[in-house]
């Protein structure tokens, strides 16, 4: 079985910041419309992943997948590197 791989507190800021700004410049998100669900590491360790539900699919006020997204953030450089939306 393989051990999970979870980021250490000074990470998740880093991740939570990353998500953040791409959240804001790319989607123009607002803070107080989404949280943030931590998934740890990516099988191969690359990335980190993160959920990022919005208050909309929450609420139910969203049809079909919704606006919430997956986010994989290098590891090394504390980008966003794939978005994956929800089927």
């Not at 606006?67 to 089927?87: A, H, Y």
């Amino acid at each position: 079985m393989d051990k999970k791989i979870e980021p250490n507190a000074a990470e998740r800021a880093e991740i939570d910041a990353a998500a953040a700004v791409y959240l804001g410049a790319g989607k123009k998100w607002r803070p107080a419309e989404y949280r943030l669900e931590h998934r740890g590491a990516s099988k191969d360790g690359n990335y980190w992943i993160v959920v990022a539900v919005h208050a909309d699919d929450e609420a139910g006020l969203s049809p079909g997948g919704g606006k919430s997204l997956e986010l994989w953030i290098d590891r090394q450089t504390k980008m966003v590197m794939k978005e994956l939306g929800f089927q």
